[in-house]
């Protein structure tokens, strides 16, 4: 399983450090051989001392190794800490911050280039889904636009739009009918996020095709996370 953290724009430089020794201890303890992954905010970054199995990654940056866009980060400030996880096309950066697909295909590309391991979003939003499903894959087909979905250090996640920070989880039936017409589609590992948390955690790793998770709001409490890393481990 892949279960990864994003924790938006949620902790500070030293609540994050806090956060990472405490996984570390556990991840190590527990001998877990799933893959970790944390997106801390930018101000975060740092060089952990961590694991194997965890990497850290940015939730965003401008394709550029540096210049002049305010208020970016690019390759050069990721590479300070010998990071190559990064996070891009997550539905707030395309809805609430209104990145277009050309830019997070630009994105894509330039991290791509990198030899970056990329976790790629996708998802509808709540109109779509109530089209139905072959509104729902033709949508979630549409943001794979511009993206070489053949790259070998790609993993995709499924998030709709509506699941997001509602509390609403998709039903197992829908996520498992999703995710297996996105597989016939993307080789890639394929995540689910939306309002997963330790209660639910269980029956998403079990849906066929589901290869982990991406959660938000249940991954900023350390303890939760660790027992969803937990409950991964067969
Ligand atoms: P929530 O887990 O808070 O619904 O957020 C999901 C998400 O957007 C992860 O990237």
């Known amino acids: 399983m892949i279960i990864a953290a994003n924790f938006k724009t949620n902790h500070t430089r030293k609540s994050t450090k806090e956060y990472m020794a405490k996984l570390n201890s556990f991840v190590t303890e527990l001998k877990s051989d ?7 905010p930018s101000t975060a970054l740092d060089s952990f001392d961590l694991n194997d199995k965890i990497s850290v990654g940015v939730q965003n940056a401008y394709p550029s190794v540096n210049g002049s866009f305010t208020g970016e980060i690019g390759l050069e400030q990721i ?24 830019e997070v295909a630009k994105k894509y ?10 976790v790629y979003c996708i998802g509808e939003p709540k109109e779509v889904r109530e089209q139905g499903v072959e509104s729902v894959i033709e949508y979630n087909f549409s943001q794979l636009d511009g993206i070489d979905i053949n790259y070998e250090n790609l993993i995709v996640a499924y998030e709709p739009v509506w699941a997001i920070g509602t509390g609403l989880t998709a039903s197992n ?9 996105l597989k016939q589609k993307i080789k ?28 938000g709001t249940a991954s900023w409490d350390v303890d939760s996370f660790c027992k969803m890393v937990e409950i991964a481990k067969v």
């Open 109 to 118: 590309e330039f991290y791509k280039a990198k030899g970056f391991l990329i």
């Open 34 to 40: 799933d893959t970790v992954l944390v997106f801390p």
């Open 188 to 215: 890639a590992p394929l995540l689910y996020g939306g309002s997963v948390k330790v209660a639910n955690v269980k029956e998403i790793y079990e849906i066929p095709n589901c290869e982990g998770v991406l959660v």
């Open 173 to 181: 039936e829908q996520i498992e009918e999703t995710l297996g017409l």
């Open 79 to 102: 590479e300070e800490f010998t990071l190559k996880t990064i996070l891009i096309g997550h539905s707030e950066r395309r809805h609430v911050l209104g990145e277009s697909q050309a």
